[in-house]
């Protein structure tokens, strides 16, 4: 069972370029997450989802686009990067609004 | 402004000894606490959580309580050993809403 997984695990990007982070939970949540962890603080909702084909913002959303298409996989796109969004991204399911998140292993992006 | 804080970024214990790890928090309007544990290079693993119905909830050497007249819940283990050295992040969590992390805190056991 390889629960939640997240690639690529490192990623160097140039200013203005673009790329896509994936998630995917073999666990059938129904919830979807996308966090950022920069040092000294604790993890920041980005962008949330409560099901296949629905998205939501989260606390620092701007910058990041997501999709929900599969129940099982949940993107998180860059469109343009820029040296903020250097930073731990970490995916995380649950089964519900109740339900503890289980967490990805995270991706270390640097934008020079 | 926060509204969860863990205000010791760091602690040291001695291995068999209590430790103890405090969060506060601003908002009365919860659901849930949950403690996470996170080890370098991966990601945060649940470890314990509580409702605002209960002051106490215990998992073998965890143990979380609530203390709601405070704002203040703690994470106590007992005894501590080297493998309990990671970052503790308190997260709460309102009702139908994701969670909202505390900066976390450092815990170092020492044998």
């Known amino acids: 069972n390889a629960g939640v997984t997240q690639t690529p695990k490192f990623r160097v990007l140039k200013t203005g370029q673009s790329m896509t982070l994936l998630c995917a939970q073999d666990?059938?949540?129904?919830?979807m997450y996308w966090y950022r962890q920069d040092p000294g603080m604790g993890l920041r909702l980005i962008h949330y989802?409560?099901?296949?084909?629905?998205?939501a913002k989260g606390e620092v959303p701007d910058g990041y686009n997501v999709s929900r298409l599969k129940k099982q996989n949940f993107l998180l796109g860059l469109e343009s990067a820029a040296p903020s969004q250097t930073s731990v991204y970490f995916c995380?399911?649950?089964?519900?609004?109740?339900?503890?998140?289980?967490f990805g292993p995270g991706t270390r992006l640097l934008v020079l | 402004d926060q509204q969860v804080k863990q205000n010791s970024p760091s602690l040291s214990v001695q291995e068999g000894r209590i430790s103890i790890l405090n969060c506060d928090y601003t908002?009365?309007?919860?659901?849930?606490f949950l403690w996470y544990k996170k080890y370098p290079a991966e990601g945060p693993t649940f470890l314990i959580s509580?409702?605002?119905?209960?002051d106490k909830n215990e998992d073998g050497r965890f143990t979380v309580f609530l203390n709601k007249s405070a704002k203040h819940l703690s994470l106590h283990i007992v005894p501590s050993q080297p493998g309990d050295s990671a970052v503790y992040f308190c997260?709460?969590?309102?009702?139908?809403?994701?969670?909202?992390f505390g900066k976390g805190t450092t815990l170092s056991v020492s044998s």
């Open positions: 908002n009365s309007m919860f659901d849930y």
């Open positions: 997260a709460w969590r309102q009702a139908g809403t994701a969670l909202i």
């Open positions: 995380a399911s649950s089964s519900g609004q109740g339900g503890a998140q289980y």
């Open positions: 666990m059938n949540h129904e919830y």
């Open positions: 509580i409702s605002s119905i209960k």
């Open positions: 989802s409560v099901g296949e084909g629905t998205t």
